[in-house]
């Protein structure tokens, strides 16, 4: 049993910033990777960007040199600071964890939360 649970979203003026938090809970044992994915109405979700266990990070290029994904392995938690933001990041934002559940098996599971809404006006 494991819980993603994503805030910080909202409505900001295009040029503005927004940071979203991600806090995952339950039977964890590992998160391999976790990331942040979009998804617009009338659209397919898309990674936006996806940090490791090592803190290796890879960043859309949509998004490149405005966003910033950070981790912290110790609280299970994951930050993404948006800058400049455009009406094109207007979206749903969904957090995702990989995550190894025990200690006896080597599978990883993949997880979201609820997502939260972000808005960027013109």
């Known amino acids: 049993q494991v819980q993603l649970v994503e805030s910080g979203g909202g409505l900001v003026q295009a040029g503005g910033s927004l940071r979203l938090s991600c806090a995952a809970s339950?039977?964890?044992?590992?998160?391999?990777?976790m990331g942040w994915y979009r998804q617009a109405p009338g659209k397919q979700r898309e990674l936006v960007t996806s940090?490791?266990?090592?803190?290796?990070?890879d960043y859309s290029d949509s998004v490149k040199g405005r966003f910033t994904v950070s981790r912290d392995n110790a609280k299970n938690t994951a930050d993404l600071q948006m800058n400049m933001l455009k009406p094109e990041d207007t979206a749903v934002y969904y957090c995702?964890?990989?995550?190894?559940?025990?200690?006896?098996?080597?599978?990883?599971?993949?997880?979201w939360g609820q997502g939260t809404q972000v808005t960027v006006s013109s």
């Open positions: 940090i490791t266990s090592n803190g290796d990070t």
């Open positions: 995702h964890a990989n995550v190894r559940k025990s200690l006896f098996k080597s599978q990883y599971y993949d997880y």
């Open positions: 339950g039977s964890i044992v590992s998160i391999r990777t």
